[in-house]
Each structure stands twice: as structure tokens, then as C-alpha cells.
T-cell receptor
Framework: GEDVEQSLFLSVREGDSSVINCTYT??????LYWYKQEPGAGLQLLTYIFSNMDMKQDQRLTVLLNKKDKHLSLRIADTQTGDSAIYFCAESGSARQLTFGSGTQLTVLP | NAGVTQTPKFQVLKTGQSMTLQCAQDMNHEYMSWYRQDPGMGLRLIHY???????DQGEVPNGYNVSRSTTEDFPLRLLSAAPSQTSVYFCASSLSGTGITDTQYFGPGTRLTVL
């Protein structure tokens, strides 16, 4: 079945850029998503990218998609303490189901 | 709009007990789903529904039942709880699925412990 993989932890200094990486296996993925989960809360959609795009920028967020390598990344510019959270990569294949990665815990150090 | 609401927020069960996790949305969304979140494993889809009267299995349906008698409500039933069902459960809804306009809205979660 489909698989989505992420590294579990990332620490950055406040003001630096964060890059969270994700790989997926489903070549039929239509959309790829990044969700943010703050402590004790549900998931919030941050951004998404359609599979025929290479890049999408949305304020401090930049999503890069390498479809050949099935690699997705999320770059957060000027990372702030409020960005500390778990970030999930997800892909939509068939049957209206989202497949999530295990999540990357981003810690922003002062 | 209240969005997606879930009750209870916390629950402790003994092995073999049954219970229902409630989920409701007031956005007139057709698509609703249940996920469980376990450490290091992300979210896994349990069951989903594309409209009232229609449900289908996700990745990990065993031990769970669902029904969708109304558009608003999508309860998740544990018939005989097992320690392996200790997890955080999230309900989500969207207009019609996972297309470009179909942002999934998540509830705050129910933290379930089975002893």
C-alpha cells in the first residue's frame, strides 16, 4: 500500500529557516498536503500542492515537490517559537483517503 | 459555526467495555472520517463516509463500527475495547473528499485509554 515517510524530529534556532522533508510511494498521488498539529489540538491544513506543480509559495511557507523522486519538502522562513508543532505530510491517492506520514516534531529554540 | 466537535475529550475504559465516540459537524459536509493517532505512526484512517447512509472501511477498521444516519453525525463505536485501542482519535470532515477545495477540518480529538 501507500507509504509516506518523515523524519521524527527537527530543531532550529528562532529566525532560521526550517526544512521538513517527506517521501511518498504512491505515484498516483493527486494532491500532497502539509498539516500542522499544535499540542492538544487537531490537525490544521497549512498548505497543499497539486501533483503537476514543482513549487508553491505562501507567505513564509515554500513547498517543493520532486515528483520523479517522490520527495516533498516544507520550508518555513524566519521560524518563530509559535511554529513549534508537529508537521504532517499527507498524500491523496484513490478513494478519497489521505495517507499521513508519522509527523515531524519541530522545536524552535530561542 | 462550531466546526467539528468531538466528545468526550478523555475516556478510560476497561478491557471488554463498549463505548461510542461522538463526532458532529455543522458545516453541511458530506465527507466525514475517523483517524487514530499513535506515537511515531501518524494518523491512520479507521472508517469514512461520503454521505448519509454510506460508510466504508479505511486502513485499520477492525474492532470499530460506524454509522451515518444524518449528515451531521458520525459516531465511532468500540464494541469490546482492547488495550491496543488506546490512542487519540480524530474525526474530520470536508465538503466531498480530498480534492483541491476539500480541506479536511479536524476535531480536537478524544484521548482513549483502555486498561
Amino acid at each position: 500500500g501507500e507509504d509516506v515517510e518523515q523524519s521524527l524530529f527537527l530543531s532550529v534556532r528562532e529566525g532560521d529557516s526550517s526544512v521538513i522533508n517527506c517521501t511518498y510511494t504512491d505515484s498516483s498521488s493527486t494532491y500532497l498536503y502539509w498539516y500542522k498539529q499544535e499540542p492538544g489540538a487537531g490537525l490544521q491544513l497549512l498548505t497543499y500542492i497539486f501533483s503537476n506543480m514543482d513549487m508553491k509559495q505562501d507567505q513564509r511557507l515554500t513547498v517543493l515537490l520532486n515528483k520523479k523522486d517522490k520527495h516533498l519538502s516544507l520550508r518555513i522562513a524566519d521560524t518563530q517559537t509559535g511554529d513549534s508543532a508537529i508537521y504532517f505530510c499527507a498524500e491523496s491517492g484513490s478513494a478519497r483517503q489521505l495517507t499521513f506520514g508519522s509527523g515531524t516534531q519541530l522545536t524552535v529554540l530561542p | 459555526n462550531a466546526g467539528v466537535t468531538q466528545t468526550p475529550k478523555f475516556q478510560v475504559l476497561k478491557t471488554g467495555q463498549s463505548m461510542t465516540l461522538q463526532c458532529a459537524q455543522d458545516m453541511n459536509h458530506e465527507y466525514m472520517s475517523w483517524y487514530r493517532q499513535d506515537p511515531g505512526m501518524g494518523l491512520r484512517l479507521i472508517h469514512y463516509s461520503v454521505g448519509a447512509g454510506i460508510t466504508d472501511q479505511g486502513e485499520v477498521p477492525n474492532g470499530y463500527n460506524v454509522s451515518r444516519s444524518t449528515t451531521e453525525d458520525f459516531p465511532l463505536r468500540l464494541l469490546s475495547a482492547a488495550p491496543s485501542q488506546t490512542s487519540v482519535y480524530f474525526c474530520a470532515s470536508s465538503l466531498s473528499g480530498t480534492g483541491i477545495t476539500d480541506t479536511q477540518y479536524f476535531g480536537p480529538g478524544t484521548r482513549l485509554t483502555v486498561l
